[in-house]
Every structure is written in C-alpha cells, then in structure tokens.
DNA sequence: TATCCTTTGTCAAGCAAAAGTCCAATGCCT
DNA sequence: AGGCATTGGACTTTTGCTTGACAAAGGATA
C-alpha cells in the first residue's frame, strides 16, 4: 500500500499549524519525524496529521506545547480524548491482554477526563462490559482479576489526600461475604469530592461492627452496598437490633436491594449514576 | 515518570479559577504547592486539581476561601520522622479510632520514610499488631477494616505510576479463598521498585487462571500468597497438571507454606522481609 | 446607620521564560 | 526557472512570575 505523505504546506492546510511552528516543534521538542524525501524535504504520514491534531487540541484546552509533547510521548500513540474512544480503547486493551496499553488507557482516562466524567463514561462501562464477558466465558478469571487490580488501584490512588470535612462523615462498608468493592470505592471518591469525610471499610465488613464503628466516628450516614442475595439476609438480622440507633442514617445500594426490602428495613435506598447517588445523600444530612 | 503535570492555564479552563487567583490562594493560604519547572513556572498534579475544584464547590456553597482551605488543610502537623516514632503514633492513632490522626500518619510514613522502610518497619508491624490485637479482641473487626482499607489505599496508590521493565514480568495472586492482599500489595510495590514489571491479580485468584494469565503474558515468575490451610492442597491440585510448564518460575510464599511444601510441590519458596524476598526473586529470571 | 477593619478577587508594572514568526542564504523539485 | 523547503538564528508575542495596589464585599462595632 503506498502511503500517501504529505509535503509541510499540505500538513500545514490540515491541522491549521504553520509550517514554521512545525519545524520548530520538530527541532525542540521532537514530536514529529516526519520522512525526508532525498533532497532533505519532509514528507508526513496520516499518523503525524494525527499527533499534530491532538496537540492542537491540547493547546487549545490551555496546555503549553512543552508539556503536550511530552503526554504524547508518554501515552505512545494513542492520545485518546473522547470518552467512547477512551472505553472502547481499553476494552480492546483488556481483550488484548496488553498489560502496557491498560495502563495508558487508564492514566490518559484519569488525566484528560474530569473525574466524574472518567466513573460514569469509562470506569463503569468498563467493568460492566468485563463483568458480561467474563460471563460468556470470553474473558478469563485472570484477566478479569488483572484489570480490576489495577482500576482499584487507579481509585485507591484518588483516596490517599486527606480533604476537610464539610458534611460530616460517612462510612461505607461491603455486607459481610461482598467482596466486589470497586463500585464502593467510587461511591467513597465521589462523596469525597462533595465534601464528606469518608471511612471506607471495605468488603466482607460485619454489618454489626461497621454500625459500631459508624457510632465511634459519629458518622452522619452508612452505606451499605448490597450485591448478593444472601446479604439481604444478614442485613435484615442485624438491623434489627440496631435499627432504633439515632443519629445515623442507613443507606442501601446494590443489585440485590429494592426500595421494599429498604423500606422494610427502615433505611434509605439509593440508585442511579455516581452523581445521583451522591445527590440523594447529601439531602441526608443529620437532621 | 512524572506524572502529568498542567500548567496554571490548563487548571484554570478545568476548574474555572483564575490564575491570579490560584497564584492568590496560594500565596495567602497555602493550600497549594506546586511544583517548579527549571524556569520556575507551576506545574500542578492531578491532586491539585482535586484540591481546586474541592475549594471551587465549597465556595460555591457560600464557605470563604479561608475557612475553606483552613479545613483543607486540618490534618495534624507532627512531622515525626523516626520508623518506631510513627509506628506508635499510627497504633496509638487506630486505638483511638482518630480517623484524621490515622490518615495524617500514614501520609508522614510514606513521606517521610525511604519506601523499604516505610513498608517494614511501619506499614508492616502495626499490621501484625492490628492481627494481634484484633484476636486479643482489642480492635473491633470495624477498626482493622478502617485500618486495612486506608493502608490499602496509600499502597496502591504507590502502584499507579507505570514503570519501565527491566527484569521482566511478575504476576502475582492470593490463592483461592485468600483475602488478605496487602502483603502481596508491598510484595509488588517492591518489585517494582526492584525494575519488575507487575501484574497483581489480587486476592482469591484461581490457580490455573493465574498460571494462564502468566503465560500470556509472558511473565518471567508467578508468585502465589498462601496464608490459609485450605489453599495448599489446591494448589497442590493446581500445580500437579501444570509444573511441567517451562519458562516461569513459580514461587510461594506465606504462612501456611514451608520449604517441603515448596520442594514437594517442584516450586520455589521465598521467606524474609520485603528486601530479601526481593533479593531472592531478582536471582530467578529466566535461564 | 455610619464607620472601620478584614477578606478576597482583580489588576498593573517590570521582568523572565516559552513559543511562534520572520529572515537570509542555500538547495530541492517539477 | 520559479516556487517551495531547509537550516539556524534573531526577533516578537504570549504566557507566567512577583510584588504590590486597590476596590468590592462581609462583618463587627459604635
């Protein structure tokens, strides 16, 4: 196939980038080696037009050209921007079992898009889509465990900054034998950010012992994420001896949750996106 | 790698801040250190970004910036930096249940300390004292989650940063049933400090899904932590179909495996702290 | 209510760094 | 031959830094 490559006026007329700037975007940052005709004049492929396009773009959102030229660098050729791209980027990377380009996916996810953006667009989708295919048998055990791996530690990273305390503090617990956490954990990071502390107990957590700590800490609210059937069981137990507490209030989420079983329980029940949820809990406030 | 790093217009368009301002907040109120290019221009992380639109809401809620940022930045100032200092402070702050006290000493460990000694002089004894106490019936089950979860967190964090790869490819897992990951975690963190490049399956990984995953991956060795009973006899299972397999070396380590085990099962046994462990790891690569 | 102080965002001046543009001499391409 | 390209350097513009000033708001006090 013989690659059509442009001259550096043609490039120029593409991307909007003057002949000059590229020349010396070249010389001094090293973005671009175009191919030399035998004369010495520069010859570009689609993939320049590419690179340059996102650097474009990246000036444009307020990057100085220095910095951009070296995310390119870093995230190899990809520079995704668009959030389907981004999903569908590391959807392939997952299937590919290409260790490296999950770990570009992931960092370009966190770094370009604003954080709700990245667990609404990408994160969940993604972990929804390993979810089915792991069901299908299309994806293995091992890959599903290597890509959760490293979305938490991804969200992990997000939780180490200490933040003030605005709304008071919330603890969060997986129900005793829940050991999905990774739904929580972005619950935890998104409460974060609207100004609660947050205490995140992770899975196979006791429903007894997180409503003790919740009282120790003088917790506003506790939130529960319920994902299996048996839990709905074990949460009926113990909330029945804990129910009168004052002060706290109970919060369920989870596939396996319903406004009735909520209902019964006394408790409130939560649903929908990150941003709703974190909505309805705020209006929680102790009152 | 440095992380990507904005320039004071790229924070301003995603925070919607002025420079002046962000040049203001941080003079007046020290709520932000960014660092310097050589030119002495900022250079903000993403935790910066957090910190910004963290202020942006609250002021958004009608807090002053002062008061706003006096709560961003509430977090204690012991600055200890002696191993066996922190190790107490972060006990005494877990007895307590004093969740800032918890977050601002684990912050000081790892900023202060070299990692390896982060990791085995600190990180690693209040862990076996929270194992202690919490069978002693000294700590709730709610504490050592809170505990774990944090200490989870600042650990992963450590993860996220890609690194190149100069011994070759770890895969690592919790056996079957084994929930208990943080010792793999600062196994990995170490390993990859040491130049490896490392696929953390976490806990409960089937043997054979890990042992696959190795192999597509073209890993060098697959690490197994083995802490409970049960585990040995699957992998015992496990292995028998596959220790024929050529190229990696598979390793085991943890309480419930003892040399005969590893020779029985034609495997390699590591036992030591983080650094020795390491050590013996490093003299495995592929022959 | 009038007065005063504090807090906070914005702006300006002068300088430095980074990035874009221009120039001149020379050489390619058709 | 005539229009483009190349290189290296000089030059201009834009962005950023620091210090400091200033005015609009908030809050306290008389």
Redesign the interface.
């Known amino acids: 196939m013989p690659e059509l490559l442009l001259n550096i006026t043609a490039i120029s007329r593409r991307t909007g980038i003057a002949p000059d700037t590229l020349r010396k975007w070249e010389q001094r940052y090293g973005v671009l080696r175009p191919e030399r005709t035998a004369g010495g004049q520069r010859r570009y492929s689609e993939t320049d037009v590419q690179r340059v396009e996102w650097l474009r773009d990246r000036i444009a959102?307020?990057?100085?050209i220095g910095?951009a030229s070296r995310?390119l660098d870093?995230s190899g050729s990809m520079a995704l921007d668009d959030p389907t791209e981004l999903c569908n980027a590391l959807i392939k990377a997952i299937r590919d079992?290409d260790?490296?380009a999950i770990?570009?996916a992931l960092?370009q996810t966190?770094?370009v898009l604003?954080?709700s953006q990245a667990l609404d667009c990408v994160i969940s989708p993604v972990l929804c889509w390993a979810g089915d295919a792991w069901h299908k048998g299309e994806l293995?055990?091992?890959?599903e465990?290597?890509v959760?791996?490293r979305v938490?530690?991804?969200?992990?990273?997000?939780?180490?900054?200490?933040?003030?305390?605005?709304r008071g503090?919330a603890v969060l617990?997986c129900g005793p034998g829940e050991?999905h956490d990774i739904g929580l954990l972005m619950l935890a990071i998104s409460l974060r950010?609207?100004?609660w502390?947050v205490?995140?107990?992770?899975?196979?957590?006791?429903v007894d012992?997180?409503i003790?700590?919740a009282h120790?800490?003088n917790a506003t609210i506790l939130c529960f994420s319920v994902a299996l059937e048996t839990s709905v069981e074990r949460l009926r137990e113990s909330l029945a001896s804990f129910n009168a507490v004052t002060g706290i209030k109970i919060v369920v989420g989870g596939a396996s949750v319903t406004p009735a079983i909520a209902r019964e329980f006394g408790v409130t029940y939560v649903i929908g996106s990150l941003d709703e949820t974190v909505a309805q809990l705020r209006l929680l406030k102790r009152t």
Request: charged share 20%.
């Open positions: 959102e307020g990057w100085r910095e995310m870093e079992v260790v490296n770990s570009s960092d966190f770094a604003p954080l293995s055990v091992g890959q465990h290597a959760s791996a938490r530690n991804h969200l992990a990273a997000l939780m180490v900054q200490s933040t003030g305390n605005v503090m617990a050991y950010k609207d100004g502390q205490e995140n107990l992770g899975p196979d957590t006791p012992t997180a003790e700590l120790r800490v």
